[in-house]
């Protein structure tokens, strides 16, 4: 139980373009969902916290005009970097929760993004 | 502010040994939570074991137990019977009553054959 989709799992693409990234919990209801980005050899940064909904809650830093969040449903959050440059990077990953106190967050894959 | 240390950058056990890595937080909450988390090289992350902080008795699954001190705000990690496929980063994290997470740096556990 409690898996959760994320997809693509790769996407190599030129500066200037925006890209979606989908989230999906599969077996269980996400109340919430958790948005990160990991630099190589480095923990999860968290970039945002979405309800479902309702908007997104960025954390300091993190453009929320860059990386706009949706969570329209309860299986599925989306990540859109808009207009991604070379600096955008990074590898993406998404977690899901009930968010019911206590209960983990379930990860999906991660998506490793790559602006040319 | 709610902090993860993880003192460990990197670690390594022999096939079949025993290892512990080290955790400390630091919450103001009275409510929270504890997690390990395994990240192998594939990148997913892999929830390990859970502990509520209400509760005195460690937690335990298989060959991962905890040993959770709260007084001195204290959360390793042991592996008994180490396997190749224990090798990855293993995270160390704390849960607040809104959901989230709080991470620590991670230590990267090398099982040697």
């Known amino acids: 139980g409690a898996v959760v989709s994320q997809h693509p799992s790769r996407v190599i693409c030129k500066s200037g373009t925006s890209v979606k990234i989908e989230c999906r919990s599969l077996?269980?209801?996400?109340?919430?969902m958790f948005w990160y980005r990991q630099f190589p050899k480095q923990s999860l940064m968290l970039m945002a916290t979405?309800?479902?909904?309702?908007?997104?809650?960025?954390e300091q830093g993190v453009e929320k005009d860059k990386f706009l969040i949706n969570h329209a449903s309860l299986t599925l959050s989306t990540l859109t970097v808009t207009s991604a440059h070379p600096e955008d990077s990074s590898f993406y990953i998404c977690?899901?929760?009930?968010?019911?106190?206590?209960?983990?967050?379930?990860f999906g894959d991660g998506t490793r993004l790559s602006i040319l | 502010a709610q902090t993860v240390t993880q003192s460990q950058p990197e670690m390594s056990v022999q096939e079949a040994e025993t290892v512990t890595l080290s955790c400390t937080y630091d919450?103001?909450?009275?409510?929270?939570?504890l997690f390990w988390y395994k990240q192998p090289p594939s990148r997913q992350m892999i929830l390990v074991i859970r502990?509520?902080?209400?509760?005195?008795q460690n937690a335990t699954e298989n060959r991962f137990s905890v040993n959770f001190q709260k007084a001195a705000k204290s959360f390793s990690l042991k592996i008994s019977d180490s396997q190749l496929g224990d090798t990855a980063m293993y995270f160390c994290?704390?849960?607040?009553?809104?959901?989230?997470?709080?991470f620590g740096k991670g230590t990267k556990l090398s099982v040697k054959p």
């Open positions: 977690s899901a929760s009930t968010g019911l106190s206590g209960q983990p967050q379930h």
């Open positions: 979405s309800n479902e909904g309702s908007k997104a809650t960025y």
């Open positions: 077996d269980f209801q996400a109340t919430t």
């Open positions: 919450t103001s909450e009275s409510n929270y939570y």
């Open positions: 502990q509520e902080a209400y509760k005195q």
């Open positions: 994290a704390l849960g607040g009553s809104q959901g989230n997470l709080i």
